[in-house]
């Protein structure tokens, strides 16, 4: 769509009553039955896991918006994914998760890989973005970070050739990094977005990150009206801190998504106001977009003032993956009125609110 015809379709939303006007967006036409209500699957998970995604259940009962949940007790440090949860997000297709702790060494593998691989949801999106009236050391900073989510180093192969000495394999496919690429072009299309990133380290893994960078470069040929451009992942860190705002849609191989999505979000508000989720061909599940395995310190736990934004946004997004657009304006319009005003804000934004005094304040806020 061109910039002309968006802003004529921003003109025919607007509706003038007086001296003041009212924005709303162009009809969205259901087909019959999407009224529906739709199951998700929901995995409150570890420390403020439950308080954040409790904040959701409130807010979506308050907004009656279309869903009901189906929750499961899932913690970090259990071997296997209960019997059960699976089964549940085959059927809903959809999931929202709290944070589940990943222990540091040891035998345990993590869960949130093993569900990503279990689900085969091989695109993480993470969006960082700067919010009115929230202070960050840049500004203009709008950026999708699309990551590789089933194979790279997070493989998990390793195995400990002699005592003393642990091989970790780096596992590339052209299957798994054509279809990223894909994706990361295909959601740049829909979005209006200008341009994609590749992130790679081809310069010193010239095989394995040489085969990411040709897939990207194939896709990018159908895809003439993006542009398209690549950096190493050493530079693309000193670039996003020095001028976040050159970048648009990232795509990148599993472990460089990772540091570059923390690295986004800490220089456009702090990961508590990112939202995200993992995609896959069938099933999708919504959490907080950057550092989500971090389920918080015990003392945000015990206080009670987990900031609820990131699961309040990824919640939008999955509102809108659900085909409910208007429900979705509504929970984001709101989030962003309460940053905006700046009265209720916790800790980690400089302020003393509790996560119930955030979810009080979005829900007065609901048009």
Known sequence: MSRQSFSLLKNLGRITTGSKTQTRSVTYMPRPGDGKPRPVTLIPGDGVGPLVTNAVEQVMEAMHAPVYFEPFVVHGDMKSLPEGLLESIKKNKVCLKGG?????????????????????????????????????????VDIVVIRENTEGEYAGLEHEVVPGVVESLKVITKF????????????????????????????????????????????????????????????????????????????????YGNLVANTAAGIAGGTGVMPGGNVGAEYAVFEQGASAGNVGKDTTEEQKNANPVALLLSSAMMLRHLQFPSFADRLETSVKRVIAEGKCRTEDLGGDSTTQEVVDAVIANLD
């Open 100 to 140: 589940l702790k990943t222990p540091v060494g040891g035998g345990v593998s993590s869960l949130n890989v093993n569900l990503r691989k279990e689900l085969d949801l091989y695109a993480s999106l993470v969006n960082c973005f700067n919010l009115p009236g929230l202070a960050s050391r840049h500004e203009n």
């Open 176 to 255: 798994c990094s054509e279809r990223i690429a894909k994706y990361a072009f295909e959601y740049a299309y829909l979005n209006n977005r200008k341009k994609v990133t590749a992130v790679h380290k081809a310069n010193i893994m010239k095989l394995a990150d040489g085969l990411f960078l040709e897939s990207c470069q194939e896709v990018a040929k159908k895809y003439p009206s993006i542009a398209y451009n690549e950096i190493i992942v050493d530079n693309c860190c000193m670039q996003l801190v020095a001028r976040p705002e050159q970048f648009d849609v990232m795509v990148t191989p599993n472990l």
